[in-house]
């Protein structure tokens, strides 16, 4: 299962899973790319699901053929996400609240604020 979020700026936010024991467990990194940069983590047919994947027809020759009918209409839910991080806390996954930090997949921003476009065309 691979899941593709529009990450606006002509990107996908994009990680690929499998399932063990009834949980989807992660697959290499979570990642920021454009479209045609994604790179499938094995051969075969995937599943995949979310709004990243309208950008399906921008994507390497491969990774069109491996996926089939992917499910753009699907989000996330609060409860999925509570199913998930309960049973990473029963494996022992859990940690102290000031050790907890956002992972940013993009290491700058790369759009700029109306007023500091114009400071630039000024200058």
């Given amino acids: 299962m ?4 529009d990450a606006r700026m002509n990107e996908i936010y994009w990680r690929a899973y499998q ?3 009834d949980v989807l467990v992660g697959l290499g990194d979570e990642m920021v790319c454009p479209p045609q940069a994604l790179t499938l ?3 075969g ?3 995949a699901a979310g709004k990243g994947w309208s950008y399906l027809a921008d994507m390497q020759a491969d990774v069109q053929q ?5 499910l ?3 989000y996330p839910t609060a409860g999925c996400m509570v ?3 309960a049973a990473d806390f029963t494996a022992g996954k859990g940690i102290a609240p000031e050790e ?5 997949l993009r290491d700058e921003v790369t759009w700029k604020k109306i007023d500091q476009q114009k400071k630039k065309s000024e200058q």
């Fill in 100 to 104: 907890a930090h956002p992972v940013y």
């Fill in 41 to 43: 983590p094995g051969s």
């Fill in 83 to 85: 199913q998930l991080a």
């Fill in 66 to 70: 491996a996926i089939n009918n992917p």
């Fill in 72 to 74: 753009q209409d699907i």
């Fill in 45 to 47: 047919d995937w599943c």
């Fill in 2 to 5: 691979i899941a593709a979020l």
């Fill in 19 to 21: 399932l063990e024991n």
